[in-house]
């Protein structure tokens, strides 16, 4: 038997006589809520996630004589529950505090949570990739943060490839999705954060206390991170011979 045809989803649309969003199945009006809102992008999104679901899913098998148990279906709550308890405390700074890689993946498990947390994390898709982009551009983040948030949502999805919860093709089907360009979203952009001028250090560092111009001289010698520095200890660092070792 050939394999069954995806279907095209369904176009969100705007019902101009009641301001609700609605899209067309299988000829039938669905409305979804207020046009452009949380609630009716994340109804549109399951909406698609059923349709894919239901396309996928193989024909019907004759019934035995006895009946089996059916296996439970993996949604992305559990991915994102398996990674925010296992992986993510693992984020930590050089001096075992947490680090804001934290928070980062923190922001991307409460957008996923919110559209796609009890859908089954096998119909995960680009559609639904896309849609949780686009409620973080609606978020005011930046374009060069949303790339970044991306990355850290597709490390998400591996993580339970790693672990079985998700099949591979999933995974395969989101690297499909190029990266945002500059000026095809409404996503700000940032400027490029550029080094401080030697003068300001110059002035700054004349109202510091010596203790802090001996750190700003180090930090720009020796090109470490603040973190990197503040969190060593004399039992650290290796005084004997003419470098010290750290």
Not at 124 to 134: E, I, N, Y
Not at 229 to 241: A, E, N, P
């Amino acid at each position: 038997m050939p394999p069954r045809k995806m279907p095209s989803p369904p176009t969100y649309r705007l019902h101009k006589a009641s301001g609700q969003a609605v899209c067309y199945v299988n000829r039938r009006e669905v409305y979804l809520g207020k046009y452009n809102s949380a609630e009716s992008l994340r109804k549109y999104a399951e909406l698609i996630a059923a349709q894919t679901a239901a396309a996928s899913a193989p024909s019907p098998a004759p019934q035995s004589e006895t009946p089996t148990a059916r296996p439970r279906v993996i949604t992305l709550n559990d991915v994102l529950l398996k990674f925010a308890t296992e992986r993510m405390p693992k984020y930590l700074t050089s001096d075992g505090k947490p680090s804001k890689e934290q928070d980062c993946f923190a922001a991307v498990i409460k957008i996923l949570r919110e559209y796609f947390g009890g859908v089954d994390v096998a119909t995960f898709g680009p559609l639904a990739f896309r849609t949780c982009r686009d409620a973080m551009v609606r978020k005011g983040w930046s374009r060069r943060y949303v790339n970044k948030q991306c990355i850290r949502l597709r490390h998400l999805i591996r993580y339970g490839v790693s672990f079985e919860m998700v099949p591979q093709s999933v995974a395969d089907a989101l690297r499909s999705v190029m990266p945002l360009k500059p000026g095809e979203t409404p996503a700000p952009e940032r400027p490029k954060r550029k080094p401080v001028d030697q003068d300001r250090i110059d002035k700054t560092k004349a109202r510091m206390r010596q203790r802090n111009r001996d750190i700003i001289d180090l930090l720009l010698f020796s090109g470490a991170r603040p973190s990197e520095l503040l969190s060593l200890r004399t039992c650290d660092i290796t005084t004997t011979g003419g470098v010290w070792e750290a």
